[in-house]
């Protein structure tokens, strides 16, 4: 690991340099790696480690996610099995289906555990709430995450690229005395740019109230206040759209991702800057306490009860799909599919 300066705060991480490919495949050439559930983020790690010439195979029931892992080349009885034949193979076994499927899931899991396996996490929700999952671990196994701190698609396309995609790391049980290199190999041989250390019960607390604030919920509640205010005032959708999500994705957001927030401030106008600076206090002092009780109630267990309440009833699906809907077919995203068909096409596009 080395020491790297944040804004004066010294964290220690691990690099590609100190741990090299090449160390991660030794310390995986005895293992097998079972990735369990070919979802977005399963498929994603399964495939990065496949081209890395990790030995992996997958465990999936029948049904689409089952056909595709077909269609990648996945070959049936020798790398792609159900559920449970993967887990019995596997000495690394990555539980990667829903927090929801992880609850039903566990018990056959739990049946092909072996002294020295390693139980793998890429989210530590069903470990810190095992009052409400049941998921808790034998004492004679490895307990490790490495959680990517994007959607199984960016980590898929970040891996092509070769950028690779930062990912956090923990290591809540040590039975082998192998575990911390077991999880620093995995993050490597999954693509990941770098990797800071956590805990499964920070990594759960941080993604929870991550995902619940700027990652979707506040991001897509201000997006839709701001487009609401500017239809209301009379600007047309195209107008509206463009000024609220167009150029904050197509623009802004590369620039602060390229140098960061003070960079793209001082690349946009002087009006624009002033204005900026003078309303970014009253958005951090007035959203705050929101943000204070996300991670109260994140803590305090009641938004994964919340999860596990609803993910399990019977009409939860389709009232999903009712929300997404709604969400999809309001003027302001059927507006941004307008937009977007409406690019001009890159170049390197076919």
Same mark, same amino acid.
């Given at each position: 690991?080395?020491?790297?300066?944040?804004?004066?705060?010294?964290?220690?991480?691990?690099?590609?340099?100190?741990?090299?490919?090449?160390?991660?495949?030794? #310390?995986?050439?005895?293992?097998?790696?079972?990735?369990?559930?070919?979802?977005?983020?399963?498929?994603?790690?399964?495939?990065?480690?496949?081209?890395?010439?990790?030995?992996?195979?997958?465990?999936?029931?029948?049904?689409?996610?089952?056909?595709?892992? #077909?269609?990648?080349?996945?070959?049936?009885?020798?790398?792609?099995?159900?559920?449970?034949?993967?887990?019995?193979?596997?000495?690394?076994?990555?539980?990667?289906?829903?927090?929801?499927?992880?609850?039903?899931?566990?018990?056959?899991?739990?049946?092909?555990?072996?002294?020295?396996?390693?139980?793998?996490?890429?989210?530590?929700?069903?470990?810190?709430?095992?009052?409400?999952?049941?998921?808790?671990?034998?004492?004679?196994?490895?307990?490790?995450?490495?959680?990517?701190?994007?959607?199984?698609?960016?980590?898929?396309?970040?891996?092509?690229? !070769?950028?690779?995609?930062?990912?956090?790391?923990?290591?809540?049980?040590?039975?082998?005395?192998?575990?911390?290199?077991?999880?620093?190999?995995?993050?490597?041989?999954? !693509?990941?740019?770098?990797?800071?250390?956590? &805990?499964?019960?920070?990594?759960?607390?941080?993604?929870?109230?991550?995902?619940?604030? #700027?990652?979707?919920?506040?991001?897509?509640?201000?997006?839709?206040?701001?487009?609401?205010?500017?239809?209301?005032?009379?600007?047309?959708?195209?107008?509206?759209?463009?000024?609220?999500?167009?150029?904050?994705?197509?623009?802004?957001?590369?620039?602060?991702?390229?140098?960061?927030?003070?960079?793209?401030?001082?690349?946009?106008?002087?009006?624009?800057?002033?204005?900026?600076?003078?309303?970014?206090?009253?958005?951090?002092?007035? &959203?705050?306490?929101?943000?204070?009780?996300?991670?109260?109630?994140?803590?305090?267990?009641?938004?994964?009860?919340? #999860?596990?309440?609803?993910?399990?009833?019977?009409?939860?699906?389709?009232?999903?799909?009712?929300?997404?809907?709604?969400? !999809?077919?309001?003027?302001?995203?059927? &507006?941004?599919? &307008?937009?977007?068909?409406?690019?001009?096409?890159?170049?390197?596009?076919?």
């Amino acid at each position: 690991m080395v020491d790297l300066d944040f804004g004066g705060v010294v964290e220690n991480v691990v690099t590609r340099k100190e741990f090299t490919f090449e160390r991660a495949k030794t #310390v995986l050439k005895d293992e097998v790696v079972a990735t369990l559930g070919y979802g977005i983020q399963g498929r994603a790690q399964a495939l990065n480690m496949r081209d890395n010439g990790i030995k992996v195979v997958v465990g999936q029931k029948k049904g689409i996610h089952y056909d595709l892992a #077909v269609k990648e080349g996945w070959t049936p009885g020798e790398t792609l099995y159900t559920m449970e034949e993967a887990a019995k193979l596997g000495t690394i076994k990555m539980f990667l289906l829903t927090d929801a499927g992880q609850k039903e899931t566990w018990p056959i899991l739990r049946s092909t555990l072996k002294d020295g396996d390693a139980l793998y996490f890429s989210h530590g929700f069903s470990i810190v709430y095992g009052n409400s999952t049941g998921v808790v671990p034998p004492k004679n196994v490895d307990v490790i995450l490495v959680a990517p701190k994007g959607s199984g698609t960016s980590v898929r396309r970040n891996f092509l690229d !070769g950028s690779g995609i930062n990912s956090s790391f923990a290591v809540y049980q040590d039975h082998t005395g192998r575990a911390h290199d077991r999880v620093k190999a995995i993050g490597i041989a999954i !693509g990941s740019g770098y990797l800071f250390p956590t &805990t499964f019960e920070q990594e759960v607390y941080s993604d929870l109230t991550g995902e619940r604030g #700027v990652l979707m919920g506040a991001i897509a509640g201000l997006m839709e206040a701001q487009y609401n205010t500017l239809r209301e005032h009379g600007h047309s959708p195209s107008e509206s759209f463009n000024e609220t999500v167009e150029e904050f994705t197509q623009s802004l957001i590369r620039l602060v991702d390229e140098k960061g927030m003070d960079w793209m401030f001082n690349n946009c106008s002087e009006t624009a800057r002033i204005g900026a600076l003078r309303w970014k206090n009253r958005f951090r002092d007035n &959203t705050k306490p929101l943000f204070d009780s996300i991670y109260e109630l994140v803590v305090a267990g009641e938004e994964t009860r919340i #999860v596990l309440e609803r993910s399990n009833t019977a009409d939860y699906k389709r009232e999903l799909e009712k929300e997404l809907s709604a969400m !999809g077919n309001s003027e302001l995203w059927k &507006t941004g599919a &307008t937009v977007r068909s409406l690019r001009p096409q890159r170049q390197n596009e076919s």
